[in-house]
């Protein structure tokens, strides 16, 4: 397991390495990534994070998300994350960046320069119980309906990102490339 996040300036500059609490305790810039898998219906692969987890322990997020490692492209590792998170592979393509700021519970702050990644895959997840409490297949305008219904029970990053997604992609360039699926 990871212990330590890789502090970065705006421009995503490698400027130190921090405990990965003392970073969320302080919230300093760092390095992470979120990962969004879509099957060839033009669902999203949603995990419930682990109940034990030390912040939004229990809320339903995008597919899988952390942070690199010093030392290894955010693409690798983000790659490897996914497979002992949920237990799929499939190629990722980067398709947006961006800078958030959010208040947690515990008095935490998320405070991340996240990279978001797209792939697509079928295959059902063997999800890693220390990880991920559940799984489902969701699709976008019943996600986002749900958002604005139930904000709690989502975490801060999903709803960035997706918008992110949302604004990078059309939901007619996910289900056209999800048709590629082998």
């Not at 489902?136 to 990102?161: C, Q, V």
Request: glycine share 4%; hydrophobic share 40%; proline share 2%.
């Amino acid at each position: 397991m990871n212990t330590h996040v890789i502090l970065v300036n705006e421009n995503d500059e490698q400027i130190g390495l921090m405990h990965k609490l003392e970073a969320h305790q302080k919230g300093i810039l760092h390095r992470a990534f979120s990962i969004f898998i879509f099957n060839n219906r033009g669902q999203l692969l949603m995990q419930q994070r682990a109940l034990d987890k030390y912040h939004s322990g229990g809320l339903w997020t995008n597919t899988c998300c952390s942070h690199p490692i010093a030392n290894e492209l955010t693409e690798v590792y983000a790659h490897k994350r996914l497979i002992e998170e949920m237990g799929i592979s499939c190629d990722l393509t980067a398709v947006s960046k961006f800078i958030y700021k959010a208040e947690l519970e515990n008095g935490l702050i998320e405070h991340e320069y996240d990279h978001v990644f797209i792939g697509y895959c079928d295959d059902e997840p063997v999800i890693n119980e220390n990880e991920a409490n559940a799984w489902k297949w969701m699709d976008i305008d019943a996600l986002k309906k749900d958002i604005n219904i139930n904000p709690t029970l989502y975490t801060a990053w999903l709803k960035l990102a997706l918008d992110q997604l949302i604004n990078s992609l059309t939901m007619e360039e996910i289900k056209i490339d999800s048709l590629t699926i082998s």
